[in-house]
């Protein structure tokens, strides 16, 4: 059977090495949707009370989502049309990107990046690759669809723009000095697209690992189809779509994937460079760190190793001996 499952079709069943044990299926499909979470409108005529509205949003859910937020309508539509339009292309060329190597900047790969070790595969496809700079990185990018570059490139832009503009909120709103977070804290962007194809029985299967993200800043354009879920409160709860927002959590953030109907989900993600050391703002603490600095490789390095995909667990390991 092939790899990629955006090859498959006409699935009538899921496969074994799909199927999850009982005790981690998604068991039921229906669950209740998250009606209250913020949404902040990045155009309000007061920008202290959006930055302090950011502020609350990141401190007591870990998300919220933006509208009036610079990322135009149509480019939107276009991206994800684009994405829907990749993997539908022939097989015999998205081999050609096919990788589990972390460090391949373009790559497509299905499940995780451990697949051949993996006991049970997700029910998905991911096609990645990094963005910034722009000319660097474009060169490995796809030729097809045609306009792939063209609408991505541009994609990649004003989404590093709103980046930009949502961290020098968070910076005024901590009391950071302007522009904390440019430069090598923030010198990673990926875009990262999960596929899913239509699922004949998605309450054996799942969509995504549970997990937190070990990341700066994630922006997700959400598909159409339902199914992505965020832990609150020790509860999983629905994300609503609501067409031509985008959901930003920060770091630390818990989210899932159940697979119902084929759907894309479109992520942008932030991060340090390899070579950044990562420790606490001196502005914002007055005593001895509870964290060790630490290499953004060390970090991932423990996410994916000891704490299997949570952020959390993973910076516990870097807590100070003393």
Known sequence: ????????????????????PPESRPGKLEFPVCTDIPLIDLAHNNPDETIQQVIRACHEFGFFQ?????VSENLMDDTMNIYKEFFKLPGEYKAKFYSNDINKSCKIFSSTLSYDTDEVHYWRDTFTHRCHPLVEHIPSWP??????????????????????????????GLGLEKCYFEGELSKTHLISVNHHIPCPHPSLTLGMPVHSDPNLITMLQQGEVPGFQILK???????????????????????????????NHNWCIFGPSPEFLIKPATTLIHTEPVFR????????????????????LALNHFRSKS
């Open 233 to 263: 409160d020790g509860q999983w709860i629905g994300v609503k779509h609501i067409p031509h927002t985008l959901i930003v959590h920060d770091s630390g953030s818990s989210g899932g994937y159940t697979p119902k109907r084929g759907s």
């Open 1 to 20: 059977m092939d790899i990629l499952i955006s090859n498959w079709s006409n699935v009538e069943f899921v496969p074994k090495t799909y199927i999850f």
């Open 293 to 312: 600095a630490f290499g953004y490789p060390e970090f991932l390095e423990a996410f994916v190793g000891l704490a299997k995909f949570d952020a959390q």
């Open 143 to 172: 030729d097809k669809p045609t306009n792939y570059r063209e609408v991505v490139s541009e994609y990649s832009i004003e989404t590093r723009k709103l980046f930009n503009k949502i961290l020098d909120m968070i910076c005024k």
């Open 66 to 70: 933006v509208i009036n937020h610079g």
